[in-house]
């Protein structure tokens, strides 16, 4: 049962729309099914005297009332408005339990509390078999304004209550960082467009991916304009620096004038102020960029990710969120950078956490800086070096599944929820990805007597993890990795022993896997590393060539050009 709540200043407007046909012709027997005082409530949908205009005057008395005591000045956002839906698949509602719903929302959130006669007048009414639209005039018989602080949080607590008692499907409870739902005119227009998501929604998913791969507010704006958005910078009056900005999609307009969405209002990480925290306001796009190994921004990717593991269970909630942060704009561009089939499932892991990323804890975006860093190198990154982005993907999955634990034990539904979804797409994508790379590796499995070595070496270096390894499906592509490792000049035993240091094994489904990818990612990073170190003896003169970065803006204008 989903609550929204929200005000405006249009009494006889809001109820010639509750009563009317809708936008789409939408709704059906419109009728009040609650009131402060039913019996004396003209309602239009059952009385064929009663007008639109009568009801509003009725409900309207308070508010008349409070303007004459202050001459004429009418208070501000008067019109207090909450639609109350039950989720999909719920059970049909009576009129008798949609009224109790009412009685109880407006009760809750301070509109009109139990035994209070002075409270705000307010109605219910139901258009629709799933939801119903309370509405007040947020004037009490006494001239004061209704105490409605967190009246969101409130009506969404008591609607956890109703659910139960209902018997309805339990949703989870929300903290108030959650972004924006769409309009039903937002849904309507997406339909006639022939679009699968509102122009709200792909706005705030071009803004995160765009902010995870820029280096600075600057090459932040430039690039929401090369993929088409509008952007309106608000300018501080005294100051005449940027203290906001709104957006605009391409092509969704209304009367010809551009729909504008402030960064705010898309997601609450996504306002100007927050942006800042985590970009410079310089401009440092243009900077030159350093000639790397084209396999290091993966090998610093994953070695970050794995902090970030560490960083979930220091009890330090400030920086495990802003780790979870900085590992949501890992999520990006980790798709961003990725080709093959597996791609739309890690974007869909990286729009999945964009819920888990924040919560009321104000995250230290500081202690984070090196993932952040590490995540955006992979937006710059032109070399997909298949096993070691497999690895990566690895890392992050085992990353998403701990936040979403971390976000349950504080009791974040919401974000907990959205954590287990990026986990479900990161495995689907790493499964796609993986599996045929490990079937291969399988068919390459050394002889038995190597193979009988390598497990030797086991035994001794992790008696109590040796029999969940081997029997592990992986084991046969663990043997070969450990062979090729060799051939590179590893000792497998001293090789087994370091990696299986970095965390424990005991909470690994698929230990052999475990195993498999630390070491192609070990084994990688020393191979580079051996490899630059004889590049600079051979040659130290003449540097070995280096393939440019794509920059990050090129493919996001890309990607972006969906819509």
Not at 196 to 224: N, P
Request: with cysteine; charged share 25%.
């Amino acid at each position: 049962m989903v609550p929204d709540v929200s005000t405006g200043s249009s009494t006889l407007g809001l109820i010639n729309y509750l009563f009317g046909k809708g936008r789409r012709d939408e709704h059906t027997d419109p009728h009040i099914v609650a009131a402060w005082d039913l019996a004396g409530v003209p309602d239009p949908g059952r009385d064929p005297s009663a007008t639109y205009t009568q009801l509003a005057r009725r409900l309207d008395h308070h508010v008349d009332l409070r303007t004459r005591e202050l001459g004429g000045k009418q208070p501000p956002q008067h019109v207090w408005h909450c639609p109350v839906r039950t989720a999909p698949g719920d059970r049909y509602l009576t009129d008798a339990e949609w009224a109790e719903v009412a009685r109880r929302v407006v009760a809750a959130t301070g509109i009109a509390p139990e035994g209070d006669d002075k409270a705000c007048r307010w109605i219910a009414v139901r258009h629709a078999d799933d939801h119903i639209h309370v509405m007040a005039t947020s004037v009490r018989a006494d001239g004061r304004r209704p105490r409605t602080n967190r009246d969101g949080w409130r009506a969404q607590r008591e609607c956890r209550k109703i659910e139960a008692e209902f018997g309805l499907r339990r949703l989870k409870s929300g903290d108030l960082t959650a972004p924006r739902t769409p309009t039903g005119a937002e849904r309507a227009k997406a339909e006639r467009q022939g679009r699968d998501e509102t122009a709200r929604e792909w706005l705030r998913e071009q803004a995160y991916a765009v902010a995870a791969a820029v280096r600075s507010i600057d090459e932040y704006f430039t690039v929401l304009r090369s993929l088409g958005i509008q952007v309106r910078p608000r300018i501080g009056p005294e100051t005449g620096e940027v203290t906001g900005y709104s957006l605009a999609a391409p092509s969704d307009t209304t009367q010809g004038e551009p729909v504008w969405y402030g960064g705010s209002r898309l997601a609450p990480d996504l306002s100007y102020n927050r942006l800042c925290e985590r970009l410079p306001t310089q401009d440092l796009a243009d900077r030159p960029e350093q000639a790397v190994d084209p396999a290091e921004p993966w090998h610093r990717a994953e070695t970050a990710v794995r902090d970030a593991h560490t960083a979930l269970d220091s009890g330090n909630d400030a920086m495990a969120l802003g780790h979870l942060d900085a590992f949501g704009d890992a999520l990006h561009n980790l798709a961003l950078a990725t080709k093959g089939g597996h791609r739309a499932e890690l974007q869909a892991a990286a729009k999945a956490f964009n819920r888990a990323r924040r919560s009321a804890i104000r995250a230290d975006h500081q202690a984070a800086t090196a993932l952040r860093e590490a995540a955006k190198e992979l937006a710059y990154a032109t070399h997909d070096p298949g096993g070691l982005a497999i690895a990566l993907i690895f890392a992050a999955l085992h990353v998403a599944r701990a936040a979403a634990k971390w976000h349950e034990q504080r009791g974040h539904e919401q974000q907990a929820a959205a954590a287990e979804e990026a986990f479900r797409h990161l495995q689907a994508g790493y499964q796609q990805a993986a599996q045929p790379l490990l079937a291969d590796l399988a068919r390459r499995a050394p002889r038995a007597t190597t193979v009988s070595r390598f497990e030797q070496d086991l035994r001794a270096v992790l008696p109590d993890h040796a029999d969940r390894v081997l029997a592990d499906p992986a084991w046969p592509a663990l043997t070969t990795t450990l062979a090729r490792a060799e051939t590179a000049g590893h000792n497998p035993r001293r090789l087994l022993a370091e990696v299986a240091a970095r965390r424990e094994l005991d909470t690994a489904d698929r230990p052999a896997e475990v195993l498999n990818w630390r070491i192609a990612m070990q084994s990688n990073r020393r191979a580079q590393a051996a490899r630059r170190l004889s590049t600079r003896m051979t040659a130290p003169v003449t540097p070995a060539p280096q393939t440019t970065p794509t920059p990050a803006s090129e493919r996001l204008t890309e990607r972006g050009r969906r819509r």
